[in-house]
């Protein structure tokens, strides 16, 4: 039987913390073409543009700290460790920094680089690249990001659809879900909860048991009372 809590959140959660949405207006994003420095093709276009934007942005989350929805979802997680996936498309590392264990980054961490030559990952903090030449694994000088393009592969989907088929109660937070199937996911789960600022066209509102349009902040004492419900009442 599904018995498991899904909590899958998007820029949306860290928005209050001061880190910009995707689709915001203002911070960092405004003054670049996303596909220029978030694809794979505008990466081997200017590679080094590219790396510099990842710079900035690991430089941006240092001073950031987590708000309310990050503690409530570390706490929930804590309350229920067995049974709560904590499942996010953030790049950033608020979830940790608010004490949330074994959190699942979809889209790869901005603290981390990649070795192009033997994938290893590894945490470089706040640093620029610049700072760290070398892979500690391989040695290899060929560095990146670790955060995923547009036009590559996720390998953490694969976690996120074997979650899927456990789900009974899945919660969405903070995602316009123009990059993740978020209705299919809400049709294919018994219970789902969907809170965003606003409502989006890509997102089927009706698909969801309940839907708050607030900021994760205000929303986050229901929703973690909703789920010591749906726990309580023996639902999942
Ligand atoms: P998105 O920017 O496309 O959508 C953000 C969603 O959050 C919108 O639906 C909006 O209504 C909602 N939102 C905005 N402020 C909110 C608030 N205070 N409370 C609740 N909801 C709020 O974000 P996405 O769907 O996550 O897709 C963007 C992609 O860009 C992701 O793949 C992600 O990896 C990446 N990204 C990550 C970060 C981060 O790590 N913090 C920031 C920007 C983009
Ligand atoms: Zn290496």
């Not at 547009?150 to 316009?176: C, M, N, R």
Request: proline share 3%.
């Amino acid at each position: 039987m599904k018995s498991k809590i899904l909590i899958l959140s998007g820029a949306g959660l860290s928005a209050e913390s001061g880190i910009s949405t995707f689709r915001g207006t203002n911070g960092l994003w405004k003054n670049y073409n996303v596909m220029e420095v978030c694809s794979e093709a505008g990466f081997y276009n200017d590679r080094q543009k590219v790396l510099d934007f990842y710079d900035l942005r690991r430089e941006d989350i240092t001073d950031k700290v987590p708000n309310d929805a990050h503690y409530m979802i570390a706490r929930v997680k804590e309350k229920y460790p067995d049974k709560v996936y904590v499942l996010t498309q953030n790049v950033d590392d608020l979830l940790e920094k608010a004490g949330c264990k074994n959190v699942v980054h979809l889209h790869g961490k901005l603290r981390e680089l990649l070795c192009e030559d033997c994938t290893e990952t590894f945490d470089i903090g706040y640093d620029p690249i610049l700072k760290h030449k070398k892979c500690p694994a391989c040695g290899s000088s060929l560095l990146r990001h670790n955060v995923v393009m547009f036009g590559e592969p996720a390998p953490e989907y694969e976690t996120l659809y074997e979650t899927l088929h456990e789900t009974a109660l899945l919660v969405v937070i903070g995602t316009s879900g123009r990059v993740l199937q978020i209705n299919e996911f809400a049709h294919k789960t018994k219970y789902s909860i969907l809170n965003n600022l606003e409502p989006d066209k890509a997102i089927k509102a009706r698909l969801f048991t309940k839907v708050f349009y607030k900021k994760a902040s205000s929303a986050a004492p229901v929703i973690e009372s909703l789920v010591d419900q749906y726990v309580d009442n023996g639902y999942i």
